[in-house]
């Protein structure tokens, strides 16, 4: 039993490894990260708690220490200060919901996986833990180029020809962990020699990790191979000095990526096929845009767009400077002290919930001291790869073998990921690289032949018994718990899709029984109103206004709840003003509470033009012209292109007799914003 438990550990690390980027599934309200997410959660219970059975039957704490010990327990605790005093509790400790990846719960999670790592795991398994990788790489770049071939396009909103996402749900999270593993391809390529049967083979593992990088068409990943490419061969001759040893290797590789990226082309550059196109064909049939958001196709706003988010990210960190608005809390804070220039971008009404910059986003959610213990744990990582190489590998090597080679393959990958998330956020396969990579580094100076534990005996006695029982049954209880989450987020995600059919009543009864499971999730409850004043509605129409009125009232409760659990959430505060101006066809006076809950979202978000633009619309419909007309006056300030709202202020001014403002509003719309725009030119034909 006792071996049984030792072995189990090893696996569990190989399941994790294997499943975590290839799991997806569609019924939950994430098909991909959150997912993703569940299985780390599982598995680290499991290899925690076969991990304490082992300590249990040794009667001795099994634990190897490193350097990264206390730089972890530094970070965690910082991490923890700042969940207990975030402005949303709840979502800093089980991370943003639709991300889930990111909360202090997933933190704590890798770091004790780091440390399961280390204390039992030896070169050989994780050469062993390496391959399993490669293998589901392997399985995840196949379905990445069948997508590039169309085998799945017509069930993505996505373009996912255009730029592939595989099982990882996002073009630029698939560049980032695949780029992460092609070093290790090279260190197998170097030490496997020429001579090794299915040498041509690694080569071939390399050009389709490399092909799919080029196909998900990801600036940051590209950027990433280039960090990872440098760091690995200029490290290798400066620290051997003697390429003789790899010179065919590295010529191979560099030839491969050469031909690859000639034929295949990347943002910056054209494929083989666009120079061979003739130039008036070109010049009569411009490349068409990519489909997408800014943010994740790329170009020229890319760039302007994250200035601007990235200048949020810094001002809510001079509004919370020590330990920031709180782990995972950029969705709700970054709209406090967003920059009004922000309205003039193509993705001004989009919502953010990360920084996209890994090192902002945790100096403005975790603070001054957070950040100092993120980039701590960083450096610490980066001497765990680098001490090891300065210390024992300063004469030529004749012979490159895998345990001299991997460090700096894990060195390449982990440097790779530092520059994705410059550009991005990691996820929760990038995560779990970036938290392992150090704990394999770890292992290549544990002999094979060491065993961190020699089991005394097979038997149990009555209190490793009892102690064995009790860390089972805590076990089963998290995974249990474990599971109701899971299946209570297939129940939102069902409500959801039931209340987007407009089939209010089996939403309510599913999202009733998803409130059961989960009280404190405030999305469950925001979602739970959206059915219940469907039914209003309906009851509305069939003239039963009773029943209506009932329902009516009780969406409105279940939408204060929502808010009362997450006060900061502008979303569902959004919603709430959307739910009141909807049941308003119930009872006009409804729209008081509209007015009332814009008031309170404008604060949370004082440079947000639509907020102040549907703040405005109320006030109209409830008869306060001259204050909707000042509202929308305010909104032009912040977004001047906003056509619906200069459109909407010219209305009101033609009701208060104010023509020749009137006039002047809409022939802006004509002149700057909408030239072809045939209700504003009727509407100004009118008036003149």
Do not use: C
């Amino acid at each position: 039993m006792i071996t049984w438990f030792a072995n189990l550990i090893p696996f569990l690390f190989n399941v994790l490894f294997f499943f975590v980027p290839l799991v997806l599934f569609p019924k939950t309200s994430e098909l991909f990260e959150f997912n993703k997410v569940v299985i780390i959660y599982a598995v680290t219970i499991a290899i925690v708690a076969s991990w304490l059975i082992k300590m249990v039957a040794e009667r001795k704490v099994i634990f190897r220490r490193t350097i990264l010990d206390y730089p972890l327990l530094i970070f965690l605790g910082v991490q923890l200060i700042s969940t207990v005093f975030s402005i949303d509790t709840h979502t800093s400790f089980f991370g943003y919901y639709s991300r889930f990846h990111g909360g202090f719960l997933s933190s704590l999670s890798y770091s004790l996986l780091y440390w399961a790592y280390v204390s039992n795991m030896n070169f050989s398994k994780t050469k062993k833990a390496i391959y399993i990788t490669l293998v589901s790489a392997i399985f995840v770049s196949i379905y990445g180029v069948l997508e590039r071939l169309g085998i799945d396009k017509n069930i993505w909103v996505q373009d996912v020809q255009n730029r592939i996402f595989s099982t990882l749900g996002q073009p630029n999270w698939l560049a980032a962990w695949i780029t992460a593993l092609i070093p290790i391809t090279w260190a197998l390529i170097i030490s496997k020699g020429q001579k090794y049967k299915h040498y041509h083979g690694l080569l071939g593992i390399f050009s389709l990790f490399f092909l799919v990088l080029l196909y998900t068409k990801s600036r940051s990943g590209i950027l990433g191979f280039a960090a990872s490419y440098f760091t690995f061969w200029v490290g290798f001759y400066l620290l051997n000095k003697n390429i003789k040893t790899i010179f065919r290797s590295f010529l191979q590789i560099t030839f491969l990526a050469l031909i690859i990226t000639s034929v295949i082309g990347t943002p910056w550059t054209p494929n083989l096929g666009d120079l061979f196109k003739k130039s008036d064909i070109t010049e009569s049939q411009p490349a068409s845009a990519p489909v997408g958001p800014a943010l994740e196709v790329g170009g020229t706003e890319s760039g302007e767009i994250r200035k601007i988010v990235w200048k949020g990210a810094i001002n809510i960190w001079k509004n919370y400077p020590i330990f920031g608005s709180g782990v995972e809390t950029f969705a709700y804070s970054y709209y406090n002290f967003r920059p009004v220039e922000h309205n003039l971008v193509s993705e001004w009404d989009f919502l953010y919930n990360k920084a996209h910059n890994e090192y902002l986003n945790f100096l403005a959610t975790t603070g001054t001291v957070g950040f100092l213990s993120y980039l701590g744990v960083l450096l610490f990582m980066i001497y765990v790869f680098v001490g090891p190489w300065l210390d024992k590998h300063k004469e030529k090597l004749i012979k490159v073998t895998e345990k001299q080679v991997l460090p700096l393959a894990f060195l390449s990958g982990f440097s790779s990921i530092l520059v994705t998330n410059f550009f991005g956020f990691s996820v929760a396969p990038v995560a779990l690289l970036f938290f392992l990579y150090p704990a394999m580094m770890v292992t290549v100076s544990i002999k094979d032949s060491a065993r961190a534990t020699t089991p005394r005996k097979e038997i149990f006695d009555t209190s490793q018994t009892i102690s064995g029982g009790m860390v089972l049954a805590v076990t089963f209880y998290l995974l249990f718990l474990l599971s109701r989450y899971w299946y209570t987020d297939t129940l939102f995600a069902e409500g959801k899709m039931q209340n987007d059919v407009d089939n209010f009543t089996h939403a309510r009864e599913i999202l009733l029984k998803a409130t059961k499971y989960s009280p404190k999730e405030a999305v469950y409850y925001d979602e739970l109103s959206e059915a219940t004043s469907g039914i209003a509605l309906s009851l509305s129409e069939s003239a039963n206004e009773e029943a209506a009125e009932q329902f009516a009232l009780t969406s409105i409760n279940e939408s204060a709840k929502a808010v009362e659990l997450s006060p900061s959430n502008l979303n569902i505060r959004r919603n709430r003003a959307r739910l009141f101006i909807k049941l308003s066809i119930i009872d006009p006076t409804y729209l008081v509470g509209a007015r009332e809950t814009l008031i309170e979202a404008v604060k949370l978000a004082p440079t947000d033009a639509k907020l102040f633009y549907n703040l405005g619309l109320t006030l109209a419909r409830l008869g306060e012209s001259n204050e909707a007309i000042e509202v929308m006056e305010q909104t032009i300030e912040m977004k001047a292109n906003y056509r619906d709202a200069r459109f909407a202020r010219a209305l009101l001014l033609v009701d208060a007799g104010r023509n020749e403002e009137a006039i002047s509003e809409l022939s802006y719309i004509l002149e700057k914003i909408s030239p072809e725009d045939e209700l504003v030119r009727l509407q100004l034909e009118e008036l003149k």
